[in-house]
Each structure stands twice: as C-alpha cells, then as structure tokens.
T-cell receptor
Framework: NAGVTQTPKFQVLKTGQSMTLQCAQD?????MSWYRQDPGMGLRLIHY???????DQGEVPNGYNVSRSTTEDFPLRLLSAAPSQTSVYFC?????????????FGEGSWLTVV | KQEVTQIPAALSVPEGENLVLNCSFT??????LQWFRQDPGKGLTSLLL?????REQTSGRLNASLDKSSGRSTLYIAASQPGDSATYLC????????????FGTGTRLTIIP
C-alpha cells in the first residue's frame, strides 16, 4: 500500500522558473491538500480539494495553482518561482467519518529557489 | 482566526522520564484535535485524535488530553525512549467534514540515552 506519494523529493529552481510538484494517493480519499512548512511557522494550508474537479484556496495560495482531474492525483504548480517559496511541501489525503478523521501525509518535497 | 501555539519549541529529557508536551489554541470552537509525530526528513504520522466531546485518548505510552473550554491539550509520554525523539505537532479541525487543519509550530523532543 503506497499511501501518499510525492515527487520530486528535492528540487532547486531559479527565480522565475515554473514547476509542478506531483502528489498521488491510492486510498480513494476524496479530500487532498497541500501544505508548506517553514521554520518557526508550522504547516500552512496552500490549496485543498474535496473531490475530483473541486479545488479551493487555503491560507497561503498566492503563487500556486492546483487542479484535480482524478481522485488519485493533486499536482501543485508554481507559476513563477520566487525565493519566498523556498520551503518543504507536504501533500496529504484524508477522509472524515462519524468515528473520526484519518489523514495521511507524503514524505515531503524540499524546494529551494535561488 | 484560529492560532495554535506549542511551548516549548524544543525539549531535552533523560531516557526513562515521563514528560508532557503542551498545545494551546485561541478559538475553542473546534471539532477535534490531533497530535502528530514528524521524524527528520519525513512526513507527519498521526498519533492520537481527540474529539471535542472527549477528555482524553490513550495509545500505548501516549496519553492526550483536551480541555476545550480553556483551549489546551497535552500529550503525555510515559517512560520515554530514545526512539521517541522527533518533532511533535498538534493540529485542530474546526468542523466535521472540514479537513482543513490549523497546525501548531511543534515541539522538538530529544531523549538523552
């Protein structure tokens, strides 16, 4: 059972370049999300999706774009990379039920923008 | 806006000691609170989830408590081991079916052999 898979693990970009962070889950979860983790600031929500074809903004969406064409995949696009986007990015998938919530995180993507 | 705080940011204790990690939140209107563990270079792993109607949850040597009215949660680790060394984060959920989490900044725990 692969869970949540993120690629690439590490990436260095030049300012102004664009790239896509890939995220895939094999648990048929409807809810997927992207967070960024910066020192001293915890994880902050970038974008999320409640199902295929439905996305919405989180706390820090500027400079990022997402789409959800399938239940399994939720890529995060950096349109024009800036040094402020240097961070660790985590993708998560989850579902809610009356008995609680189950959430799984990927292992992270380390992005450096120079 | 919900704010979640974890103090201290780092903690070192000798192996075998019991310890408590703290989490506080500003808005008591939460659905549940979750504790996670993060190892260096890895993602987050869920440890315990407490519903707003519950006072505590236990899993092995871990016990999490919740006092919603005062905006506090604690994670108690009994008989600490070097393998417990990691960063521990708490996160709150506002509504049922709302999977948006608000995270604390974490406590980096080091257990000294």
């Amino acid at each position: 059972n692969a869970g949540v898979t993120q690629t690439p693990k590490f990436q260095v970009l030049k300012t102004g370049q664009s790239m896509t962070l890939q995220c895939a889950q094999d648990m048929n979860h409807e809810y997927m999300s992207w967070y960024r983790q910066d020192p001293g600031m915890g994880l902050r929500l970038i974008h999320y999706s409640v199902g295929a074809g439905i996305t919405d903004q989180g706390e820090v969406p500027n400079g990022y774009n997402v789409s959800r064409s399938t239940t399994e995949d939720f890529p995060l696009r950096l349109l024009s990379a800036a040094p402020s986007q240097t961070s660790v990015y985590f993708c998560a998938s989850s579902y809610s039920s009356a008995s609680g919530n189950t959430i799984y995180f990927g292992e992270g993507s380390w992005l450096t923008v120079v | 806006k919900q704010e979640v705080t974890q103090i201290p940011a780092a903690l070192s204790v000798p192996e075998g000691e019991n310890l408590v990690l703290n989490c506080s939140f500003t808005d008591s209107a939460i659905y549940n609170l979750q504790w996670f563990r993060q190892d260096p270079g890895k993602g987050l792993t869920s440890l315990l989830l407490i519903q707003s109607s519950q006072r505590e949850q236990t899993s092995g040597r871990l016990n999490a408590s919740l006092d919603k009215s005062s905006g506090r949660s604690t994670l108690y680790i009994a008989a600490s081991q070097p393998g417990d060394s990691a960063t521990y984060l708490c996160a709150v959920r506002r509504d049922f079916g709302n999977e948006k989490l608000t995270f604390g900044t974490g406590t980096r725990l080091t257990i000294i052999p």
